[in-house]
T-cell receptor
């Protein structure tokens, strides 16, 4: 059983479209992080959210942490081909020390 | 160094051989993590170091896997008697060790077992 369910697993869209990636769990997380990974490279941190209901914006990317700190979403507005990559959510639980639990990832392809 | 450095970047070996993977964390980072990533998938936690000790090694899949860290810096992950299912990208990350602080990843070692 995957602790963090991420959806969709694959997403192929046209440039200029909007999209949302979801990360859901039945567990509470003390913080949740979103990473982006490109082929042959390690994940790169995009944002960390720690407060229930928190919303953070990074240019065209909007990240939201659920009120109960069990779920999160990533919304991209007017996607660009440069947004193509594997997006990973990862949660840190108070009972698990600082280890991260990762979702399975969303492979996003933005076509020009 | 400026970032987390892992070596080798690629390793191909025959089933049954032992392999050793190396991670050099960001200078000053006390926490070090090993993860495993199968093709196009999320990351699976293996082991966590705080300084030279490993308070959480619950993710190691079998006793063929071991890791050590010396001098609070470099870490090595050793896989003995490799099996084909060990093929994956092994990623190392480091952080300041404080709760909520981000983990910074290396580019990984792609391990292929023939």
């Amino acid at each position: 059983t995957q602790l963090l369910e991420q959806s969709p697993q694959f997403l192929s869209i046209q440039e200029g479209e909007n999209l949302t990636v979801y990360c859901n769990s039945s567990s509470v997380f003390s913080s949740l992080q979103w990473y982006r990974q490109e082929p042959g490279e390690g994940p790169v941190l995009l944002v960390t959210v720690v407060t229930g209901g928190e919303v953070k914006k990074l240019k065209r990317l909007t990240f939201q942490f659920g009120d109960a700190r069990k779920d999160s979403s990533l919304h991209i507005t007017a996607a660009q081909p440069g947004d193509t990559g594997l997006y990973l959510c990862a949660g840190e639980r108070e009972t698990s020390g600082s280890r991260l639990t990762f979702g399975e990832g969303t492979q996003l392809t933005v076509n020009p | 160094g400026a970032g987390v450095s892992q070596s080798p970047s690629n390793k191909v070996t025959e089933k049954g051989k032992d392999v050793e993977l190396r991670c050099d964390p960001i200078s000053g980072h006390t926490a070090l993590y090993w993860y495993r990533q199968s093709l196009g998938q999320g990351l699976e936690f293996l082991i966590y170091f705080q300084g030279n000790s490993a308070p959480d090694k619950s993710g190691l899949p079998s006793d063929r896997f071991s890791a050590e860290r010396t001098g609070g810096s470099v870490s090595t992950l050793t896989i003995q008697r490799t099996q084909q299912e060990d093929s994956a990208v092994y990623l190392c990350a480091s952080s300041s060790g404080q709760a909520g602080q981000p983990q910074h990843f290396g580019d990984g070692t792609r391990l292929s077992i023939l």
